[in-house]
């Protein structure tokens, strides 16, 4: 009797132990499983790569290169146009010098640094050459016209060269030894054979622009200048003149010899020559070449 009971005893341990077992497994096939590898445990918005647009490229990153360009006074709204446009485009910084050519090159000279040379005149360009700043070659980029420059009404009636060396005319020029106009006005008073200019002369400006400023505030009754510095001054009217009595210049723009950045600085006298470039000169009253 007592075999039987504990062999039932057994029995029903036997089968309580089975019950437990099939219901832990039971449990463990309806769980789900979480487990994940490291990769799959992050949300897809930290595991996406980034796209181009949200990378940072080395150029942007890198510091900007920095251009010390030389360039004539009466060029000014020209160049501050092709710097606006070209910093928009380039990891560049342009910082300008703007003087009469003479004055630009003595300055080159004496800080013995710089990128880029544009002036009024190719005549500046060879001195410069000469000097041993300017690179070999260069480019045209337009012209830079001289023209007859008045006090706005005309007073005096002035409508040729002839008239600037009448009695009682009053003049300003720019220094020769100073500035392309300059030396361009002197010039067209020897083909035309006009020294009574020179006789008028009141006054011999450092820049084309200091020209402008001088008429336009009425300390002389004319001047010689260039279209592009007059052309939109409501004080100054302009006489043009004809072209078999008068000198074109041509303005150079080129690289100089000094540059710590050749490169970046023949980008950026490339792009001055460029379609773009000529279309911001031309917008400044400058007739690209």
């Known amino acids: ?47 996406m790569p980034a796209s181009p647009e949200e990378e940072t490229s080395p150029e942007a990153s ?6 010390l360009v030389y360039s004539g006074a009466g060029l000014k709204n020209a160049m501050e146009a092709v710097k606006t446009a070209y910093e928009a485009e380039h990891n560049v910084v342009i910082t300008y ?37 300017a690179s070999d070659t260069y480019y045209q980029v337009a012209h830079h016209t001289p023209c007859i420059a008045v006090q706005a009404g005309n007073p005096k009636g002035i409508t040729s060269l002839a008239d600037l060396a009448k009695e009682g005319v009053t003049v300003i020029l720019g220094d020769p030894e100073a500035n392309a106009i300059g030396q361009t006005a002197k010039k067209l008073i020897e083909k035309n ?16 622009n200091e020209i402008v400023t001088q008429l336009a505030s009425g300390q002389a009754d004319a001047g010689i200048v260039t279209y ?62």
């Open 62 to 67: 890198a510091e900007p290169v920095e251009l």
């Open 193 to 208: 054979n006009l020294p009574g200019i020179n006789d008028n002369t009141v006054s011999l400006a450092a820049t084309v």
């Open 97 to 133: 010098v703007y003087a009469g050519s003479t004055q630009l090159i003595s300055q080159i000279e004496l800080s013995g640094k710089g990128d880029v040379f544009i002036v009024g005149s190719e005549n500046a360009y060879n001195a410069a050459k000469e000097d041993g700043y």
């Open 228 to 289: 592009d510095n007059v052309h939109a001054n409501a004080d100054i009217e302009i006489i043009q003149i004809p072209a078999d009595q008068n000198i074109d210049q041509i303005i150079p723009v080129c690289t100089l010899t000094l540059s710590e950045n050749p490169d970046e600085a023949q980008a950026f006298v490339d792009f001055i020559a460029s379609d773009a470039g000529k279309a911001l000169f031309k917008a400044n009253g400058f007739e690209p070449v």
């Open 1 to 47: 009797m007592l075999k039987r009971r504990k062999s039932i005893a057994v029995l029903l341990a036997a089968l309580l132990t089975l019950g437990l077992l099939l219901t832990g497994c039971a449990q463990t096939a309806g769980t789900p499983d979480v487990s994940v590898s490291p990769s799959q445990s992050a949300s897809p918005e930290t595991t």
